[in-house]
């Protein structure tokens, strides 16, 4: 499964494990990262340059990697700050590292991503997304089936978790999770992120929508074949309490006005309902989103006329 994944030979050796003798560095690490949130101003210039020159350092980063992963008992603070350098370090020193800290990195941090603190997992998504676009998703296959398989999970925060880091991904790698060299990944998410449109849970509601959003611009054959669906869902959301759905749902149907107007039209007159009662919606966010899609409809029946 995930953990053959991690380690097969085709990728690399087999990552090493945190020693007896590294505790010291671990300690090392949780003092300076101590230092970075409490320290005085020359403390903390000394520590920032210090931090500056273990970038590369594979030791350190495995710290990094088991501070977030296993020191439980450390405050949320410090495990956060390790994974924030970490994500830092993955962006701007990826190449350099060995493909065994790689994977050490990669097997510390999605065991994490159903930690107990909210912090923690949206820190563990966001390197996931990161180290995953420093792959070019290359090898992924396992990991996005896992992610899925964990949305399925009865622990919300398993599902939290998995929803991070997708969500994320859907953000920074849209076209790649179409990708046919990587079996197209979206002709299993679009339809996953759908039934997730009528979850009892505000979030999940939320991530859900917001990954399809990225999408309809680009109009991936995984969303094409799921219009019918995917509009049926935001017309079920339009009853939404969340002001945050609701601004979604304004701009998912600006986007469907840009991308496929002709899969609206049956539909434009509920659509314009919706929307002139969102333009006196008591949240601005929504209101001004509501703004955008008569513009968008305007420039649609110019184009429709030149055609």
């Known amino acids: 499964g995930l953990l053959c994944w991690l380690y097969s030979s085709t990728m690399a050796d087999k990552a090493p494990r945190m020693s007896e003798q590294n505790r010291k560095e671990v300690e090392e690490a949780m003092r300076m990262l101590r230092a970075t949130l409490q320290g ?38 410090i495990r956060q700050a390790a994974g924030i350098f970490l994500k830092n370090n993955i962006r701007d020193s990826y190449e350099n590292m060995n493909p065994s800290v790689r994977n050490f990195i990669k097997n510390r941090v999605l065991q994490t991503l159903g930690d107990d603190s909210k912090r923690i997992r949206k820190t563990v998504g966001s390197i996931v ?33 998995a929803f991070g880091a997708l969500s994320k991904l859907c953000e920074d ?7 046919q060299e990587l079996g197209r990944p979206l002709n299993i998410l679009i339809p996953k992120f759908l039934t997730f449109f009528k979850h009892p849970r505000e979030e999940f509601r939320h991530y859900a929508l917001g990954s399809v959003n990225q999408f309809i ?4 054959q995984a969303l094409s074949v799921h219009m019918q669906d995917f509009i049926a869902g935001l017309f079920f959301l339009t009853k939404d309490k969340s002001q945050h759905i609701r601004r979604l749902i304004c701009q998912a149907f ?7 107007i002709k899969s609206l039209m049956p539909y434009m007159r509920k659509v314009m309902d919706f929307m002139l ?28 006329g030149l055609d």
């Open 40 to 77: 005085d101003d020359r403390e903390l210039k000394s520590v920032y340059k210090k931090l500056g020159q273990l970038q590369t350092n594979q030791t350190f980063n495995q710290c990094l990697a088991v501070i977030l992963s296993q020191m439980k008992q450390a405050p949320e603070r």
């Open 173 to 179: 790698e849209p076209d790649a999770l179409d990708s």
């Open 129 to 161: 997304s990161q180290t995953a676009s420093k792959d070019k998703l290359k090898g992924w296959q396992p990991v996005l089936t896992y992610l899925v398989k964990m949305l399925d999970s009865n622990n919300y925060n398993h599902v939290d978790g």
């Open 277 to 304: 009662q969102a333009n006196s919606d008591e949240k601005e966010s929504v209101a001004l989103e509501a703004c955008e899609f008569w513009s968008s409809l305007c420039m649609a029946h110019k184009r429709r």
């Open 217 to 220: 611009t680009r109009m991936p």
């Open 254 to 260: 600006v986007q469907l006005l840009r991308a496929d």
